[in-house]
Nanobody
Framework: QVQLAESGGGLVQAGQSLRLSCVAS????????MAWYRQAPGRQRELVAS???????NYADSVKGRCTLSRNSAMTSVSLLMSSLKAEDTATYYC??????????????WGQGTQVTVSS
């Protein structure tokens, strides 16, 4: 019932910028938070940035100062602007939504992932 449409991944040179976007659609009762995670080969999936319903944001130390997470008022669309990209930013990036499909049940929902490759 929930679809997270991710876009913006691709190949980029070190030092350049890239914007990742995620649009949520479907039978969503309430969105609690939206976030971007990433996973590089052989490594654990890690949180990159998140935003909650109150507008509060959280960034991983590794990207703080280089990334900005923005959203629309309904939290159905979030964008992550990544700048000054480094080779270590190379990973598959996943959009995450925590929300309710009805008044009583919540769960985490994931996009299929979009690849970001930074060359140096």
């Amino acid at each position: 019932q929930v679809q997270l449409a991710e876009s913006g991944g691709g190949l980029v040179q070190a030092g350049q910028s890239l914007r990742l976007s995620c649009v949520a659609s479907g039978s969503i009762f309430r969105i609690v938070s939206m976030a971007w995670y990433r996973q590089a080969p052989g490594r654990q999936r890690e949180l990159v940035a998140s935003i909650n319903a109150g507008g509060g944001t959280n960034y991983a130390d590794s990207v703080k100062g280089r990334c900005t997470l923005s959203r629309n008022s309904a939290m159905t669309s979030v964008s992550l602007l990544m700048s000054s990209l480094k080779a270590e930013d190379t990973a598959t990036y996943y959009c995450n939504m925590r929300g309710y499909l009805n008044p009583t049940n919540w769960d985490d929902y994931w996009g299929q992932g979009t690849q970001v490759t930074v060359s140096s």
